[in-house]
């Protein structure tokens, strides 16, 4: 699986569970979606979804 983040210190991988905390690379407000640096696309709802495919509900914590 790709590294996105080049940041030092390097952001919370995409399994950590403070993945949410990466710096924000892609916004998209007006499709209600967020890229961050790790591969995680964030969903206004709550929702995310990660790199390899894997969904998480909008009631499942990820966020900071």
Known sequence: ???????HPPCPSASSPGRAAAVCLVQHPEQGWNRLCN???????GGYL???????????????
């Not at 699986?1 to 940041?7: A, E, G, L, V």
């Open 39 to 45: 591969g995680v696309v964030l969903f206004d709802d």
């Open 1 to 7: 699986m790709p590294t996105f983040c080049r940041h």
């Open 50 to 64: 990660l790199p390899d495919g894997r969904a998480g509900s909008p009631g499942q914590p990820h966020r900071r």
